[in-house]
Structure formats: C-alpha cells, structure tokens
C-alpha cells in the first residue's frame, strides 16, 4: 500500500531553519505532483508549496513565498521542504500529499490529494 513518511519536524526559534522530508513507497513516485499542507491547532488544513512530478515547476502559497523551498529527488521517492526565516506562525504540523493531477494542473486544496502522510510537528518558538 502507498505510504507517505514525513520527519525533520522540531522545536526551532524564530528566524532558524528546519528541513522535512517525505518517504515514499508503494507507489510510482515520479508521476506524481507531491505537495506540502500544514495545520495549526483550531485551523483547517492548508497549502504550503507543490511540484510536479518532474520537479520543473513549483508552487507556494504567499505566506511561505521567498521562505520556504520545496524539491523532490525521484531516485530516492522524496520530497523535501526547506523553510528558512522561520515565523511563530508557521506552528503546525506538516503534512505531505501524493496526486496525480490532470495534465497541466496542480492542486492547492486538501481534496485534490489522493495519499497523505502522517504529519510532523513543526513548532518555531519566538
């Protein structure tokens, strides 16, 4: 079955850096768009960044742009996120989603992702 494994979750203060990865397995991980969502506590889930499955393009929601960079490396069935200037409002826990989009479309919302991992922790004290 397709597994999503996210890790490098932590405690950070504000300013600092923090890189999460994405394990996958059980499915054929470079046709898929993989995605990061994030949820803080009372919030819905939401859009932090996306790349297609080539890794040419990618996508940020604008609270992250300039911050954040995310990268997948096929050989390996990973995604990765690289958040830099890290905010207390980054608080959440981070969530990795596996889609196989239509051509020419990535998703930004919850319902477009077929597989998700189990989440991180992601805590940037001030």
């Known amino acids: 079955q397709v597994q999503l494994v996210e890790s490098g979750g932590g405690l950070v203060p504000a300013g600092g850096s923090l890189r999460l990865s994405c394990a996958a397995s059980g499915l054929h991980f470079s046709s898929y768009a993989m995605a990061w969502f994030r949820q803080a506590p009372g919030k819905e889930r939401e859009f932090v960044a996306a790349?297609?499955?080539?890794?040419?393009?990618?996508f940020y929601a604008d609270s992250v742009k300039g911050r954040f960079t995310i990268s997948r490396d096929n050989a390996k069935n990973t995604v990765y996120l690289q958040m830099n200037s890290l905010k207390p409002e980054d608080t959440a826990v981070y969530y990795c989603a596996a889609d196989l989009p239509p051509p020419g479309r990535i998703g930004t919302m919850t319902y477009e992702y077929d597989y998700w991992g189990q989440g991180t922790q992601v805590t940037v004290s001030s």
């Open positions: 790349i297609r499955w080539s890794g040419g393009s990618t």
